[in-house]
């Protein structure tokens, strides 16, 4: 009990945590690169994204669903912060710190829903990993069976090495993901990392110990 309450306080704290990069990252190149409507831009293309995604064959729900459901959540922490009256009353004023800050503020509210749209895609691709996963662990155990069968080299150091990327390739993938200052299609993304996941896990099973 106390093991599922201490990881949905540190999937709660790494979430706030992504989310806080992501405003952060948003305001610099809102200053340094892009214009104020950028992350207006970029919601609307992670929102597109969602419709070229069937029912989830694992989870048996549709990633746009799941959306809708995030983002009505992010719509609710939105309002209970009242940012968006905040914002509509710093843009009433003609002065131009006012404006930059109610810049800022929309700015925040979209990165918000965009990592409310992001969530759901990470959700439905977390059961690709799953699967890739499975189909790479069997196939790496039936390789160590051959390999004890036939008196293979065993080696330890490839075993380590492997089993070190498996869990940073999946974090350093969805945190990546979901804290990217830009648009990029989910496919192009998780696909490759999806390979490399299936890599390590196949290597791991494989060159697992022949004897316990």
């Known amino acids: 009990m106390q093991t599922t309450v201490g990881n949905v306080f540190r999937f709660t704290g790494w979430s706030l945590i992504a989310i806080g990069v992501s405003i952060l990252v948003?305001?610099?190149?809102?200053?340094?690169?892009w214009?104020?409507?950028?992350?207006?831009?970029?919601l609307e293309l992670e929102i597109t994204y969602l419709g070229a995604y069937n029912r989830n064959l694992i989870t048996g729900l549709?990633?746009?669903d799941v959306a809708v459901t995030f983002m009505t959540w992010a719509d609710k922490a939105v309002s209970i912060l009242h940012l968006r009256e905040v914002s509509n009353w710093f843009a009433g004023d003609v002065n131009s710190v006012t404006q930059v800050i109610a810049y800022g503020l929309d700015a925040m509210i979209n990165t918000i829903f965009i990592f409310a749209v992001r969530s759901a895609i990470?959700?439905?691709a977390l059961s690709g990993f799953v699967l890739v996963g499975l189909v790479a662990f069997i196939d790496g155990l039936v390789e160590r069976d051959i390999r004890k069968a036939c008196g293979?080299?065993?080696?330890?150091?490839l075993y380590h090495r492997a089993k070190r990327i498996v869990v940073p390739t999946l974090f350093l993938s969805f945190g990546g993901y979901l804290t990217a200052p830009i648009s990029i299609h989910p496919t192009l993304v998780?696909?490759?990392v999806m390979t490399v996941f299936a890599v390590a896990v196949f290597?791991?099973?494989?060159?697992?110990?022949?004897?316990?």
């Open 203 to 212: 290597v791991t099973a494989k060159s697992f110990k022949k004897f316990l």
């Open 62 to 64: 549709y990633p746009q």
């Open 35 to 42: 214009g104020p409507d950028h992350s207006r831009k970029i």
């Open 122 to 124: 990470c959700i439905s």
């Open 190 to 192: 998780f696909l490759p």
């Open 152 to 157: 293979g080299i065993e080696s330890a150091m």
């Open 26 to 33: 948003e305001w610099v190149g809102m200053v340094k690169f």
